[in-house]
């Protein structure tokens, strides 16, 4: 039988440091700790992509400003855990800034939101002090779509950046809700076994090219959403994941030019029903595309914004324990290979969502297997880009 995750009502705090071990129990901590990229919380829930849940999570609530440290001590080397929260820059303990490299002209946080008073979806830019510039009503000319947005190009992007410099139309963090930055795409491409040491941990051959499945795209829900675990399942899993968002389009790409057509980046969790990913002819795509079964955010960080996307630390936390640790060094085929690949195949467009794999660490694979349950807490976070929180309901 799987293992279980401890119900919310057992809570106990974990050893530091989070211990790595695939123990057939989790106990959760009593709240998780403050990270980057949080959100304020969701209220009640409308469609799928941008609505929040209807038992908002307590434990994925925005906390204030992040600890400079978590993980690792003495003279043990930093845990990924580590470096996502050391923090030496007095700008990096902004929510989900990370230093965001904003010396780059074109670095910027987009996000999507419903304000106080809910009402449509409007796009925006996360500010350094906190607030969100609304870019709906600062370039009221700009779609209201993040894809069509994407779709318009530099312009849209320039636009964004001249109401970011403003200093005017800012909306306070705390009276936002946060959606899935990209809610409409074209398409959702996933990657799987594209990590070595996932691959290590199935004892299964590196592959020799991306292995390509697909989620619908009303699989996506907000990053503080519920995940909604379906009747029809008995083991669900989580996958912390780098989201790569396309913004140019392109066919026949060739990998010196891939990271031109990439806007920007995303944390992603790539919920997966594993028992149906075993059944169905052993076809992944109804395994990994339930309802609520794609979470994104925080915001969708342009990728001036960010350092060396192959080398971010990036993991996954069930209610407070780390479960997957890694980085993205370990990915078998880097972003512009897997460009190269799917555009191959099909015209990558903007708002396109590429999933790129999961590192070690998932459910399926602990011993013995253990499984999602209502009331568990899902943290996924990857340094550079903020934290993701999505309670099981």
Request: charged share 20%; hydrophobic share 35%.
């Amino acid at each position: 039988m799987p293992g279980s995750l401890p119900s919310q009502e057992s809570i106990q705090p974990p050893p530091p440091p989070p211990p790595r071990d695939p123990s057939p129990g989790i106990s959760p901590p009593s709240r998780i700790p403050p990270a980057l990229g949080s959100a304020p919380s969701p209220s009640p829930q409308g469609p799928v992509q941008d609505a929040a849940p209807p038992h908002p999570a307590a434990g994925c609530q925005p906390p204030g400003i992040p600890p400079l440290m978590l993980g690792g001590g003495g003279g043990d080397p930093p845990t990924a855990a580590a470096r996502i929260h050391s923090r030496q820059d007095p700008t990096d303990l902004l929510p989900g800034a990370h230093r965001c490299q904003m010396r780059l002209r074109g670095a910027m946080r987009l996000v999507r939101f419903r304000g106080a008073g809910g009402g449509e979806p409007r796009l925006g830019v996360e500010a350094a002090e906190g607030s969100v510039v609304d870019l709906s009503e600062a370039e009221p000319a700009l779609p209201r779509s993040a894809r069509a947005f994407l779709e318009s190009g530099h312009r849209g992007l320039a636009a964004a950046q001249r109401a970011l410099e403003s200093g005017r139309h800012r909306v306070p963090r705390e009276s936002v809700r946060l959606l899935a930055p990209v809610g409409d795409p074209q398409k959702v491409i996933c990657v799987g076994l594209n990590y070595r040491d996932h691959c290590l941990e199935q004892g299964v051959k590196i592959p020799k090219e991306p292995i390509i499945f697909n989620k619908f795209p009303s699989a996506i829900i907000g990053p503080f959403d519920d995940i909604v675990h379906p009747q029809e399942s008995n083991e669900v899993d989580w996958e912390v994941e780098l989201a790569a968002v396309i913004g140019k389009k392109g066919r026949h790409i060739e990998e010196s030019a891939a990271l031109d057509h990439v806007v920007g980046f995303m944390v992603a969790n790539d919920i997966s029903a594993r028992d149906w990913q075993s059944r169905n002819g052993r076809q992944w795509l109804l395994g990994k595309t339930f309802d609520t079964f794609c979470p994104l955010g925080p915001a969708l960080v342009t990728k001036e914004a960010v350092a060396d996307v192959h080398n971010l630390s990036i993991r996954c936390s069930i209610n407070g324990r780390v479960m997957q640790d890694s980085s993205t060094n370990q990915l078998i085929f880097p972003l512009p290979k897997l460009i190269a690949w799917v555009s191959r195949f099909v015209t990558l467009v903007p708002g396109d969502i590429l999933l790129t794999g999961t590192p070690p660490g998932v459910g399926a694979f602990q011993k013995p297997p253990v499984f999602l349950k209502r009331g568990d807490e899902v943290q996924c976070e990857i340094e550079e880009l903020g934290v993701i929180c999505n309670k099981v309901v």
